[in-house]
């Protein structure tokens, strides 16, 4: 099995390869990977420990990537690679045009809304789509999408992302020591978010909505986990909405538990998701969840029974459900309780490896 995927940072699908390694059956199947951005690699240690053999072939850009397809026809012949699973556009345009050269079946899992991507992006999919074996949606709203779009003539399979809900489990004292870390009261009701910065999470309106929250609570505080373009854009909506004292910007963390198990609330003020996976993660650790309904949010959330989820364009109104939630001990810990039961019950990672190792067998005995 060869997985090729743009780079191994801290993003969702990237984190998928290496927590779903650990679940694979690994008497049927090989597992190697390849990236092309050196400078993003913080999985590569972690695949590397479960076992998984990890290339990177430098590329600074797209077209670059593409000019890598020689090396890898000759490394696929190497490794007597039978199967290519690509995440994410480019890694899939590149794996289609190796199916069309090697005729080994490739699988190309779609992580996002066709009509979120770049114009180019969107019309280079749509025109190479059919040029694979099949394809995988990690949500039914990214499945409808693909439909609409491109009208596939191949497999459409919808596997729902999982979520390690042995390891991403709530720790109270790495919670502590955390807010000892940072200096966040013990006591304060802690709002938080992991993301990468930029423009769909909307972290400004999420900024907007705390301060507001702020206003009417004095005992909550604030984190933004992660890194991105936007972050000095996001610094400076901080100081001119007055909370530069109550909001922590703690940068990219390879280990998110300490901030999931400290964080009460995680909210989500997101325009478009596919099916987040650092919100599968948070509610696995009992975080409770309020979001906006973007993309596969809503097939997580079940409105008032898993947690709160609001219409994309009325993130204004999670001001008052917040403020009730914050001020309600009982009520914060039903959600809390919630979350971690629907992340355990519908989203475990085992289900997801099954799954997707089902089509996996499929394809190599068709092709035998």
């Not at 199947?29 to 990890?54: A, D, T």
């Not at 998110?256 to 650092?278: K, Y």
Request: aromatic share 8%; glycine share 6%; net charge neutral.
């Amino acid at each position: 099995m060869l997985h090729i995927i743009k780079s191994l940072g801290r993003g969702g699908a990237e984190m998928l390869l290496q927590e779903t390694l650990k679940y694979h059956d690994r008497e049927s199947f090989e597992f190697h990977y390849i990236y092309f951005l050196p400078w993003k690699h913080q999985m590569v240690e972690g695949i590397r420990k479960e076992g998984g053999i990890v290339t990177n072939f430098s590329a600074s850009n797209n077209i670059r990537i593409m000019m890598k397809y020689r090396q890898i026809l000759e490394y696929i012949h190497n490794n007597n690679i039978d199967l290519i699973h690509c995440h994410l556009p480019w890694a899939g345009f590149l794996g289609r045009l190796l199916h069309q050269l090697s005729g080994i079946p490739v699988l190309y899992t779609e992580h996002n809304k066709q009509e979120r991507y770049h114009f180019i992006t969107r019309t280079l999919n749509k025109l190479t789509f059919n040029r694979q074996t099949l394809a995988i949606a990690v949500s039914q709203d990214v499945a409808s999408s693909i439909q609409k779009n491109i009208q596939p003539s191949i497999p459409v399979r919808t596997i729902l992302n999982g979520v390690n809900v042995e390891l991403f489990k709530r720790n109270e004292e790495l919670g502590r020591q955390c807010r000892a870390k940072y200096g966040i009261p013990q006591d304060a009701i802690l709002l938080g978010n992991v993301a990468v910065f930029r423009s769909q999470k909307r972290l400004k309106e999420w900024v907007t909505l705390f301060s507001k929250v702020r206003e009417r609570v004095p005992n909550v505080k604030a984190c933004l986990v992660g890194e991105g373009l936007l972050r000095q854009e996001i610094e400076e909506h901080i100081s001119q909405s007055g909370v530069a004292n109550d909001i922590i910007l703690p940068g990219l963390q390879t280990d998110v538990h300490p901030w999931l198990s400290a964080i009460d609330i995680f909210v989500m003020t997101s325009e478009f998701e596919g099916l987040p996976i650092a919100l599968l993660e948070a509610m696995s650790m009992g975080c409770a969840a309020v979001c906006t309904d973007a993309g596969g949010i809503k097939e997580v959330i079940r409105n008032q029974t898993d947690g709160i989820i609001f219409p994309v364009a009325d993130w204004q109104k999670m001001e008052e459900e917040l403020v009730k939630i914050i001020q309600d001990p009982l009520l914060l810990d039903k959600w809390k309780g919630a979350s971690r039961k629907r992340v355990e019950e519908s989203f475990n990672i085992r289900n997801m490896v099954q799954e997707t190792e089902k089509l996996y067998h499929t394809l190599i005995d068709a092709k035998q």
